[in-house]
């Protein structure tokens, strides 16, 4: 994976050892496998929070992981134009690039590592798709797209973006070295990344070495969820299976751990895995295509504000693309 790394771990600040008199590791509570679908004009993705019931996910709505998929000549695809309001995307990319475009002429190209966090808030219209060389050569893409909720009081913000470069995330290790950790947004153990945050969440990509395991303080009024991007390993204290496409989630505690498998396949060497937690809202959602709100009624004149061009329109630049119909990512 090009996610940023480096060759020696242990030069990195380290994550203390928590200790196992005053901080309980937490439990794991569920293990599901993301079904298989296909997002945009076409590309594949995992639905990684299908079937976990919402409350535990709370204060997250929607995860997809894009890809991973070898693309030939031609093949790479995107999204359509398409409205967002009343949350946050956070795109991370792994392999490949995205090209994005929106209705306030804003946009930006995101690769290897990087990350692009969009606050839809009030409303936005926007585009993602492949740059042109990528279409014309072909090759790896995987990514992911988080949805994070917005509260009420926050639903209409003004829409804004922060570009997240691979280079500027905190980075940490295990104490052994064993595991590196990237801290996209919020805290662990005090290092805090560089994502701001509406909701208070924490997002980290961690990649472990075979045979090793890390246990991470984690903040007690936050959920835990971890998503296994690639490789195989094990879940909590109980030493839970998981492997490639499945979620756990993680009852009450103040502590999660994670451990790698010592034999891993040749294609994926290291168990890598995406951890985020956060502050449960605790606010009624209605959600529905690319919209999140907090009432039937809301949602409602969400459609009616897209359909009359109150969520912004298209740029001169982009005229010769329509905008989809309100239910793409």
Do not use: C
């Amino acid at each position: 994976m090009p996610a940023v790394t480096v060759e020696n771990p242990l030069a990195l600040p380290l994550v203390r050892r928590t200790d196992p008199t005053t901080e309980h590791d937490r439990p794991v509570v569920s293990v599901t496998t993301a079904p298989s679908g296909y997002e945009g004009e076409g590309f594949p993705v995992r639905r990684a929070f299908a079937g976990v019931d919402l409350r535990a996910l709370d204060p997250f709505i929607h995860m997809d992981q894009m890809g991973e998929v070898e693309y030939a000549p031609g093949e790479p695809k995107g999204t359509p134009w398409h409205p967002h309001r009343g949350f946050e995307t956070v795109t991370y990319m792994i392999d490949g690039e995205f090209q994005h475009s929106d209705s306030n002429g804003g946009g930006g190209l995101i690769t290897n590592g990087d990350t692009q966090w969009m606050t839809a808030g009030g409303g936005i219209l926007h585009i993602e798709v492949p740059p042109e060389h990528l279409i014309a050569s072909g090759g790896l893409f995987h990514g992911f797209q988080l949805w994070v909720n917005l509260p009420k009081a926050q639903k209409f913000v003004a829409p804004r973006y922060q570009d997240i470069r691979a280079g500027n995330v905190a980075l940490l290790a295990s104490p052994d070295g064993g595991a590196l950790l990237r801290v996209i947004a919020g805290e662990v153990d005090g290092h805090t990344g560089p994502g701001s945050t509406y909701t208070p969440i924490t997002l980290v990509h961690a990649t472990l070495s075979p045979g090793a395991s890390v246990t991470l303080p984690w903040r007690k009024d936050f959920n835990a969820l971890a998503y296994v991007m690639n490789g195989d390993g094990t879940v909590g204290a109980e030493r839970r299976p998981v492997h490639l496409g499945q979620l756990a989630v993680y009852g009450a505690g103040d502590a999660i751990t994670i451990t790698a498998n010592a034999a891993q396949e040749s294609r994926s060497p290291n168990l890598d895995v995406l951890i985020l937690g956060g502050r449960p809202i605790r606010e009624p959602v209605a959600a529905y295509g690319p919209f999140v709100m907090n009432t039937r009624a809301e949602l409602m004149q969400a459609f009616e504000d897209y359909q009359a061009g109150r969520l912004g329109s298209i740029p001169a630049a982009h005229l010769g693309v329509d905008a989809s119909t309100p239910d793409a990512e």
